[in-house]
């Protein structure tokens, strides 16, 4: 072999080692901060006021989670504005994987569209980690209600338009954009009678002023169970395992479902490597046989899907409740 091709074979395997190196190099420290994190506690910020299902549930999946990574998660409640503040505080911080708040309906999907404007993008803003699960509402009506089913009170409604009422826990509510697209796949004529939450409605509706409420399982069960208030059916996409004879909204009226939903999300440009540790933590948490069982008692329904199947999940969202907000004109501000 000449010297010139010698010269020339001896820089080949240098440039593909330089090479290989530079790409290492490039990988290696994101590889290594992803075994390496987390070093210091995280925050989990709850956009809710303590002792709420949203907050409960935090709080278990805070223990488990630190567990996991050896490393202390704690929460911090930040309420407001319908979830808004706590939300944005988490959009501004830095994408380090130390700062991740418990993303829902109000905050990010459809909540948002019943705004004139936003403080931050729910999409661009965040990076979607996983969804945790949903909790669908039940349609509740009192003990003595002539209405024995669900069946029964939409044929009431048809006979009887603007004169029955439902009430929700508040405009924007879950429950309230379900009782929209019930009226609207129903052809029913409703009126709607928005609370600042759920404990003056319940009372009213015990106390005969109401017809019928969509509130959510967590709080409506000890009153079915007590005899109270009389269960007439589910609004999510299926029966709930805690009234498998109810049937679901949407076996009386097709198309008819809607429920709660949280998540784990994170400020944007949060490294991919970080990203997937946190979703496939959390996924294994949210898949334990008995923290299944402790969620489905606390009345969600556990959906833990991962990044683009969470964003997907989150558009969906977006779509399903747009027209139904654009129709009704709705709007909480």
Request: proline share 8%; glycine share 10%.
């Amino acid at each position: 072999m000449s010297n010139k091709s010698t010269r020339r074979s001896v820089c080949q395997v240098l440039a593909q080692t330089l090479g290989l190196a530079a790409a290492s190099a490039v990988s290696f420290p994101a590889a290594l901060w992803a075994q390496a994190f987390p070093e210091r506690p995280i925050k989990l910020v709850v956009p809710f006021p303590p002792g709420g299902s949203t907050d409960v549930i935090a709080r278990l999946l805070s223990q488990r989670l630190s567990d996991a990574l050896k490393s202390t998660v704690v929460v911090e409640n930040r309420p407001g504005v319908g979830s808004l503040l706590g939300t944005h505080s988490v959009a501004k911080a830095a994408p380090d994987g130390y700062t991740l708040v418990v993303a829902a309906n109000p905050a990010i999907a459809p909540g948002p569209l019943m705004r004139n404007s936003m403080p931050y993008d729910p999409l661009k803003d965040f990076t979607h980690i996983v969804l945790l699960g949903t909790f669908p509402n039940g349609f509740v009506v009192r003990h003595d209600h002539p209405a024995r089913t669900m069946a029964e009170f939409v044929a009431m409604a048809k006979a009887r338009p603007g004169a029955m009422n439902y009430a929700s826990a508040g405009l924007g509510s879950s429950g309230f954009l379900t009782g929209e697209l019930l009226k609207q796949a129903a052809g029913i004529d409703m009126v709607h009678v928005p609370y600042k939450g759920s404990g003056p409605a319940i009372t009213d509706l015990m106390g005969g002023q109401l017809d019928g409420m969509f509130e959510s399982l967590v709080t409506a069960t000890g009153y079915v169970r007590s005899g109270k208030l009389r269960l007439l059916s589910i609004s999510g996409e299926k029966r709930s395992t805690s009234f498998p004879e109810v049937p679901a909204l949407n076996e009386v009226v097709p198309g008819v479902s809607g429920s709660a939903w949280f998540g784990i999300s994170a400020p944007a440009r949060l490294p991919a490597e970080i990203a997937r540790r946190l979703q496939i933590e959390i996924q294994s948490i949210i898949n334990a046989p008995d923290m299944q069982t402790r969620l489905s008692d606390l009345g969600m329904t556990p959906l833990p899907l991962g990044g683009a199947d969470y964003l997907a999940f989150i558009q969906a969202e977006s779509r399903k409740w747009g027209p139904i907000i654009n129709a009704g004109r709705i709007s909480v501000e």
